[in-house]
């Protein structure tokens, strides 16, 4: 039928950009290809055991609707975190509130915040991107408005290139550090900065940090450092913890932003189930756990830079742009080579899943993403299937 009345926002986002990763795979696995996917930022480490078995302890013979407030044990898990990590404190009763993980609040958090009537839509979003700030800012009857990362400047963004009259339109400035795709890390500076903007001009920052805890030199500020007001951080326990289809994370900071946030979300129905909050309460209250997990990436990340690094990687024409975080590879490709094309070829001729730049927004042309997920041993068998494409190719 074609006269449904469906949201014209569905066509124009009509294929989310791993979705058509996940249909090239699940086409070559039909055909018996063994694919080794290197696309998804879905760690293959185990879960730690303990957080495992604090969510079985707490599965009810009948199991109710939880809060969207959460249970303020786990608010207070949270809280306790992010004092340790980052010397900010917090009140775990108006500034911290659950989420299923970052994905869905960072996507709900539009339609809270953008009056899709008013003078203040656009949402100011460093490109390339995650690509949920652009769809949540838009089916929120916001503007997305893209600001260019460059390598010259270390993917930071140059607030300065932006007019003032644009920022006085502007209902949000998304930051992400470490930052997904590159792996670019940022100085306490930009986030002082930008809060410096936004309190005059009116928006608010909102920084999604899910990173924070894979860093590989010295651990990465937060925006939470250089103040709460007009602020708020999205944070998972996806990567630090191993935790992905657990969909658990939580929002922090500015009271003010926090509120309407949790008014909204019964409407949503994105309560965390109880069961969940538990095994996330032992998560944030464990710091130990995170070092295995990170050192796990690190050996991974040690034998990638070696292999694109080394003379076959030169020979070919490809150039790793340096970071200290995240469990991303950001590599550029060959000069005058189309980072779609070579995606698509590491995929049919080697069974290599990685993501082509642009996929993430256009500021990412001429780069792929490599994500260090699988296992060592996978990743292994990874580089031994890249070699002989590589080598063609040098």
């Known amino acids: 039928m074609t006269d449904l009345p469906l949201n014209p926002l569905l066509a124009r986002f009509a294929t989310y950009p791993f979705l058509e990763i996940e249909r090239k795979k699940a086409a070559l696995l039909a055909r ?3 694919v080794i996917d290197l696309s998804i930022g879905d760690p293959r480490e185990p879960t730690p055991a303990f957080i495992a078995e604090a969510l079985k ?7 109710s609707y939880p809060t969207v407030a959460g249970r303020p044990e786990l608010r207070r898990a949270v809280a306790g975190w992010v004092t340790r990590r980052y010397g900010v404190a917090l009140d775990p009763d108006t500034q911290v509130l659950p989420a299923n993980g970052s994905k ?5 958090i539009h339609l809270a915040l953008i009056d899709p009537h008013g003078p ?16 949540g800012a838009a089916f929120a009857g916001g503007i997305p408005t893209f600001l260019p990362l ?7 963004p140059d607030f300065a290139s932006v007019p003032g009259s644009l920022w006085d339109e502007t209902a949000i400035l998304w930051l992400n550090y470490p930052h997904n795709p590159t792996g670019a890390g940022a100085p306490r500076a930009l986030y002082d900065e930008a809060l410096a903007l936004a309190r005059r001009h009116g928006f608010v920052v909102l920084s999604d940090e899910a990173y924070s805890e894979l860093w590989f030199a010295a651990p990465p500020a937060s925006l939470l450092e250089a103040g709460t ?5 999205f944070q998972t326990l996806s990567k630090r913890s191993a935790m992905t289809g657990y969909r658990s994370g939580f929002v922090a900071g500015d009271p003010a932003l926090i509120a309407p946030f949790r008014a909204l979300r019964p409407t949503l129905g994105v309560a965390t189930p109880t069961f969940v909050q538990h095994a996330a309460e032992a998560a944030w209250n464990d710091d130990a756990h995170v070092l295995g997990l990170r050192a796990s990436f690190a050996a991974k990340r040690a034998e990638a ?3 694109f690094g080394g003379a076959a990687g030169r020979r070919a024409g490809f150039r790793i742009v340096p970071n200290d975080a995240t ?3 950001w590599l550029a490709v060959p000069q005058g080579a189309d980072s779609g094309s070579v995606a698509a070829r590491w995929l049919t001729e080697a069974g290599v899943a990685v993501v082509p730049g642009e996929a993430l927004g256009e500021g990412g042309a001429g780069y792929l993403r490599v994500a260090l997920v699988p296992t060592l041993e996978e990743c292994r068998a990874a580089w031994a299937r890249l070699a002989p494409v590589l080598a063609h190719d040098a």
């Not at 302890?57 to 199991?63: A, D, G, I, L, N």
């Not at 656009?122 to 390339?128: D, G, H, K």
């Not at 007001?229 to 951080?233: H, Y």
């Open 32 to 34: 018996g290809v063994d």
């Open 57 to 63: 302890q707490h599965v009810p013979e009948r199991s």
């Open 104 to 108: 869905e609040a960072i996507f709900g």
């Open 120 to 135: 203040r839509r656009r949402v100011v979003i460093p490109t390339p991107a995650y690509p949920v700030y652009e769809r």
């Open 150 to 156: 460059r390598e010259d400047r270390g993917f930071l």
């Open 229 to 233: 007001e007009r602020a708020l951080v």
């Open 305 to 307: 830079l070696a292999f």
């Open 327 to 329: 469990f991303y590879l």
